[in-house]
């Protein structure tokens, strides 16, 4: 009978001892959880640059931010967005020229000092190209920190409504934020009223 209790402790403890450790582990996959959820806005908060408050920087005639175009020298002498430079990290529309890393940091490095203040903002082909996060990385191992525009050429161009409020369609034309040649062309003021506020909770 003695043996039977001690027995009877012993696995009570033990399950005890069980229960208590996963429900730890529960608690900090928990709180894990919630701090990469943190994590990843503050990083999206940090980086990321929404194209409707890029265009509202624009018709307000704001300079406090360089936009550079990551495409070949050729696409952007086609079409850009007006305003932004060219960084080619293609060297041609169907070749990546990732592996130029001395001649990208330079030229980011000789904007950063031309343009010292703004924030420089990259953008690529479309939302989902990844040239400007490896370009952004590249630059990050360098001590270059840029932002990056939550869309890409195609999108500007080509799906102006996706992004724009549906009231602006037919008032905001995109060709008005267009530019052709090696220029980068000066974004035009708007007086027309911006639905979006500035700071924190902007567009």
Known sequence: MKERLVLAFVIGVGLGAITLYVGQMML???????????????????????????RGKMDAGD???LLVDLRSAEEYKEEHVIGAVNVPAYSDRYTSAYGEVDRIVNS????KEEYS???IIVYCYSSA?????????????????????????YEWRHDWNSWNHEHEWETDKVE????????????????EFSPCTEGEFGC
């Open 63 to 65: 300079d406090s931010y």
């Open 176 to 191: 008005e934020y267009i530019w052709s040649g090696e220029e980068p062309g000066v974004p035009k003021p708007s007086s």
């Open 28 to 54: 900090a996959e928990s709180a894990t959880t919630d701090d990469s959820i943190a994590e990843f806005y503050r990083v999206e908060n940090a980086v990321s640059i929404s194209p409707h408050g890029l």
């Open 117 to 119: 203040g703004r924030d």
């Open 129 to 153: 190209c990844m040239t400007g996060r490896k370009i952004g990385g590249i630059l990050a191992e360098h001590g270059i920190y840029v932002k990056h525009l939550n869309i890409g050429w």
């Open 108 to 111: 980011f490095k000789e904007l």
